[in-house]
Protein backbone atom coordinates (compact mmCIF):
# COMPACT_ATOMS: atom_id res chain seq x y z
CA UNK A 1 0.00 0.00 0.00
CA UNK A 2 2.94 2.52 0.99
CA UNK A 3 4.83 1.68 -2.61
CA UNK A 4 1.21 2.50 -4.69
CA UNK A 5 0.95 5.61 -2.88
CA UNK A 6 4.68 7.18 -3.07
CA UNK A 7 4.31 5.91 -6.76
CA UNK A 8 1.42 7.52 -6.87
CA UNK A 9 3.06 10.91 -5.50
CA UNK A 10 6.06 10.23 -8.03
CA UNK A 11 3.76 10.48 -11.13
CA UNK A 12 1.73 13.62 -10.22
CA UNK A 13 4.91 15.62 -9.46
CA UNK A 14 6.63 14.33 -13.03
CA UNK A 15 3.44 15.27 -14.59
CA UNK A 16 3.59 18.65 -13.19
CA UNK A 17 7.39 19.08 -14.00
CA UNK A 18 7.18 17.96 -17.94
CA UNK A 19 3.84 20.57 -18.47
CA UNK A 20 6.19 23.36 -16.45
CA UNK A 21 9.23 22.15 -18.79
CA UNK A 22 6.93 22.67 -21.85
CA UNK A 23 5.41 25.99 -21.50
CA UNK A 24 8.77 27.42 -20.49
CA UNK A 25 10.23 25.96 -23.95
CA UNK A 26 7.28 27.02 -25.87
CA UNK A 27 8.37 30.76 -25.55
CA UNK A 28 10.88 31.65 -28.30
CA UNK A 29 13.58 34.69 -27.20
CA UNK A 30 14.30 37.07 -30.50
CA UNK A 31 17.30 37.68 -31.24
CA UNK A 32 17.73 39.98 -34.21
CA UNK A 33 18.76 43.56 -33.25
CA UNK A 34 15.44 46.04 -32.92
CA UNK A 35 15.33 48.92 -36.01
CA UNK A 36 15.48 52.52 -34.58
CA UNK A 37 13.07 54.42 -36.45
CA UNK A 38 12.23 58.54 -36.44
CA UNK A 39 9.86 61.09 -37.53
CA UNK A 40 10.60 62.73 -41.03
CA UNK A 41 11.76 66.35 -40.55
CA UNK A 42 8.39 68.00 -42.37
CA UNK A 43 6.43 65.56 -39.79
CA UNK A 44 4.72 68.81 -38.70
CA UNK A 45 4.06 70.83 -41.69
CA UNK A 46 3.05 67.55 -43.80
CA UNK A 47 0.20 67.11 -41.21
CA UNK A 48 -0.32 70.95 -39.82
CA UNK A 49 -2.74 72.06 -42.99
CA UNK A 50 -6.83 72.62 -41.98
CA UNK A 51 -7.19 69.03 -43.42
CA UNK A 52 -5.66 67.86 -40.43
CA UNK A 53 -7.46 69.97 -38.11
CA UNK A 54 -10.28 67.51 -36.94
CA UNK A 55 -11.04 69.23 -33.83
CA UNK A 56 -12.62 72.56 -35.58
CA UNK A 57 -15.76 72.93 -37.45
CA UNK A 58 -15.60 73.98 -41.04
CA UNK A 59 -16.68 77.22 -41.92
CA UNK A 60 -18.45 77.79 -45.32
CA UNK A 61 -19.01 81.31 -45.18
CA UNK A 62 -18.03 83.49 -48.16
CA UNK A 63 -14.78 84.66 -46.71
CA UNK A 64 -13.55 81.39 -45.85
CA UNK A 65 -14.08 80.18 -49.08
CA UNK A 66 -12.60 83.25 -50.92
CA UNK A 67 -9.84 82.91 -48.57
CA UNK A 68 -9.23 78.86 -49.34
CA UNK A 69 -9.26 79.51 -53.45
CA UNK A 70 -7.03 81.86 -52.90
CA UNK A 71 -4.53 79.74 -51.02
CA UNK A 72 -5.05 77.06 -53.64
CA UNK A 73 -4.17 79.71 -56.39
CA UNK A 74 -0.57 80.88 -54.12
CA UNK A 75 -0.05 77.06 -53.64
CA UNK A 76 -0.55 76.28 -58.08
CA UNK A 77 1.34 79.48 -58.70
CA UNK A 78 3.91 79.25 -57.00
CA UNK A 79 4.11 75.04 -57.15
CA UNK A 80 4.63 74.91 -53.67
CA UNK A 81 5.47 71.65 -51.75
CA UNK A 82 2.85 72.02 -48.56
CA UNK A 83 -0.36 73.81 -48.20
CA UNK A 84 1.15 75.05 -45.05
CA UNK A 85 3.25 77.52 -47.20
CA UNK A 86 0.36 78.79 -49.37
CA UNK A 87 -1.17 79.72 -46.29
CA UNK A 88 1.80 81.79 -44.75
CA UNK A 89 2.10 83.39 -48.11
CA UNK A 90 -1.72 84.16 -48.31
CA UNK A 91 -1.57 85.18 -44.80
CA UNK A 92 0.94 87.41 -45.44
CA UNK A 93 -1.01 89.14 -48.53
CA UNK A 94 -4.25 89.46 -46.84
CA UNK A 95 -1.88 91.02 -43.74
CA UNK A 96 -0.79 93.42 -46.39
CA UNK A 97 -4.26 93.88 -47.84
CA UNK A 98 -5.52 94.92 -44.24
CA UNK A 99 -2.97 97.53 -43.81
CA UNK A 100 -3.47 99.08 -47.24
CA UNK A 101 -7.60 99.47 -46.61
CA UNK A 102 -6.58 100.77 -42.81
CA UNK A 103 -4.33 103.56 -44.91
CA UNK A 104 -6.71 104.14 -47.25
CA UNK A 105 -9.85 104.88 -44.83
CA UNK A 106 -7.69 107.12 -42.72
CA UNK A 107 -6.35 109.34 -45.50
CA UNK A 108 -9.91 110.05 -47.04
CA UNK A 109 -10.87 111.13 -43.75
CA UNK A 110 -7.97 113.50 -43.52
CA UNK A 111 -8.63 114.68 -46.69
CA UNK A 112 -12.16 115.42 -45.55
CA UNK A 113 -11.11 116.97 -42.34
CA UNK A 114 -8.65 118.87 -44.15
CA UNK A 115 -11.04 120.23 -46.84
CA UNK A 116 -13.49 121.07 -44.22
CA UNK A 117 -16.05 118.69 -45.23
CA UNK A 118 -15.39 116.29 -42.09
CA UNK A 119 -18.15 118.41 -40.03
CA UNK A 120 -21.42 116.42 -41.67
CA UNK A 121 -19.67 114.09 -39.60
CA UNK A 122 -20.68 115.53 -36.23
CA UNK A 123 -23.98 116.77 -37.09
CA UNK A 124 -27.43 115.68 -36.94
CA UNK A 125 -28.78 113.46 -40.13
CA UNK A 126 -31.85 116.46 -40.35
CA UNK A 127 -28.72 118.80 -40.46
CA UNK A 128 -26.52 117.32 -43.15
CA UNK A 129 -26.57 119.45 -46.66
CA UNK A 130 -23.41 118.74 -48.69
CA UNK A 131 -23.41 120.63 -51.99
CA UNK A 132 -20.42 119.42 -54.08
CA UNK A 133 -18.74 121.75 -56.52
CA UNK A 134 -19.91 119.43 -59.66
CA UNK A 135 -23.54 119.92 -57.92
CA UNK A 136 -23.23 123.44 -58.48
CA UNK A 137 -21.36 123.38 -61.76
CA UNK A 138 -24.32 121.36 -63.33
CA UNK A 139 -26.80 123.47 -62.20
CA UNK A 140 -25.36 126.93 -61.78
CA UNK A 141 -28.91 128.74 -62.80
CA UNK A 142 -30.35 127.98 -59.23
CA UNK A 143 -27.69 128.27 -57.62
CA UNK A 144 -27.42 131.90 -55.20
CA UNK A 145 -23.54 132.74 -56.08
CA UNK A 146 -24.23 136.24 -53.89
CA UNK A 147 -24.78 133.40 -50.85
CA UNK A 148 -21.90 131.13 -51.31
CA UNK A 149 -19.55 133.72 -51.85
CA UNK A 150 -20.06 135.44 -48.52
CA UNK A 151 -20.23 132.40 -46.84
CA UNK A 152 -16.80 131.63 -48.41
CA UNK A 153 -15.22 134.73 -47.27
CA UNK A 154 -16.47 134.85 -43.78
CA UNK A 155 -15.35 131.37 -43.38
CA UNK A 156 -11.51 132.42 -44.78
CA UNK A 157 -12.05 130.01 -47.95
CA UNK A 158 -10.99 132.58 -50.48
CA UNK A 159 -9.71 130.13 -53.41
CA UNK A 160 -13.39 129.00 -53.02
CA UNK A 161 -14.58 132.32 -53.25
CA UNK A 162 -12.79 132.93 -56.63
CA UNK A 163 -14.50 129.91 -57.62
CA UNK A 164 -17.92 130.46 -57.35
CA UNK A 165 -17.12 134.00 -58.27
CA UNK A 166 -15.98 132.71 -61.63
CA UNK A 167 -19.19 130.27 -61.80
CA UNK A 168 -21.37 132.99 -60.96
CA UNK A 169 -19.29 135.40 -63.86
CA UNK A 170 -20.22 131.88 -66.28
CA UNK A 171 -24.38 132.15 -65.33
CA UNK A 172 -25.07 136.06 -65.73
CA UNK A 173 -22.97 135.06 -69.56
CA UNK A 174 -25.57 132.47 -69.69
CA UNK A 175 -28.64 134.35 -68.53
CA UNK A 176 -27.78 137.26 -71.17
CA UNK A 177 -27.42 135.05 -74.01
CA UNK A 178 -23.83 135.78 -74.54
CA UNK A 179 -22.86 132.33 -74.04
CA UNK A 180 -24.12 128.69 -74.10
CA UNK A 181 -22.85 127.14 -70.68
CA UNK A 182 -22.00 123.68 -70.22
CA UNK A 183 -20.48 122.12 -67.85
CA UNK A 184 -17.92 120.25 -70.19
CA UNK A 185 -16.49 123.37 -72.10
CA UNK A 186 -13.48 125.36 -71.74
CA UNK A 187 -12.27 129.10 -71.36
CA UNK A 188 -11.46 128.58 -74.72
CA UNK A 189 -14.89 127.74 -75.93
CA UNK A 190 -16.19 131.08 -73.87
CA UNK A 191 -13.54 133.46 -75.29
CA UNK A 192 -14.83 132.44 -79.36
CA UNK A 193 -18.27 132.48 -78.11
CA UNK A 194 -17.51 136.05 -76.72
CA UNK A 195 -15.91 136.99 -79.94
CA UNK A 196 -18.27 139.39 -80.77
CA UNK A 197 -19.28 140.66 -77.74
CA UNK A 198 -16.43 143.22 -76.94
CA UNK A 199 -15.94 140.89 -73.89
CA UNK A 200 -12.80 138.80 -74.86
CA UNK A 201 -10.12 140.64 -72.45
CA UNK A 202 -12.19 141.18 -69.46
CA UNK A 203 -13.48 137.73 -69.42
CA UNK A 204 -9.61 136.39 -70.21
CA UNK A 205 -8.45 138.24 -67.53
CA UNK A 206 -10.97 136.99 -65.46
CA UNK A 207 -10.17 133.59 -66.70
CA UNK A 208 -6.76 133.73 -65.59
CA UNK A 209 -7.09 134.56 -62.14
CA UNK A 210 -9.28 131.77 -61.65
CA UNK A 211 -6.45 129.17 -63.56
CA UNK A 212 -4.19 130.53 -61.13
CA UNK A 213 -5.90 130.79 -57.56
CA UNK A 214 -7.98 127.47 -57.89
CA UNK A 215 -6.28 125.43 -60.20
CA UNK A 216 -2.85 126.22 -59.05
CA UNK A 217 -3.84 125.48 -55.44
CA UNK A 218 -1.62 129.28 -54.04
CA UNK A 219 -3.10 130.35 -51.24
CA UNK A 220 -4.36 134.01 -51.07
CA UNK A 221 -4.78 136.40 -48.60
CA UNK A 222 -7.86 139.05 -47.79
CA UNK A 223 -5.91 141.56 -50.04
CA UNK A 224 -5.37 139.59 -52.42
CA UNK A 225 -8.82 137.82 -52.63
CA UNK A 226 -10.15 141.70 -52.80
CA UNK A 227 -7.98 142.21 -56.02
CA UNK A 228 -9.66 139.48 -57.50
CA UNK A 229 -12.88 140.12 -56.48
CA UNK A 230 -13.13 143.37 -57.49
CA UNK A 231 -12.10 142.00 -60.92
CA UNK A 232 -15.16 139.96 -61.29
CA UNK A 233 -17.53 142.22 -59.40
CA UNK A 234 -17.04 144.42 -62.38
CA UNK A 235 -17.12 142.30 -65.08
CA UNK A 236 -20.80 140.87 -63.33
CA UNK A 237 -22.07 144.57 -63.11
CA UNK A 238 -20.94 145.43 -66.69
CA UNK A 239 -22.78 142.72 -67.92
CA UNK A 240 -26.05 143.47 -65.86
CA UNK A 241 -26.56 147.24 -67.46
Sequence with gaps: MKKFILL????????????RENVRDSLRTDQSMPEQRSF????????????YQYDTTNSTGWFTRLK????QFILDLFRLGSRHEAQNIADIFLKIFYVLIFIAVVYFIVRAIMNKEGQWIFRKPSDRKIITAR????????????ELVSHAVTAGRYREAVRYYYLWLLQRLSEKELIDYDVEKTNSDYLRELEHHGLQQEFRYASYLYNYIWY???SIDKQQYDNAARTFSALINSIDQ
Design 216 to 218: GEF
Design 8 to 19: FIYSIVGTFSFA
Design 68 to 71: EAFI
Design 135 to 146: DIENNIHGTDFH
Design 40 to 51: ARDFKERYSGTE
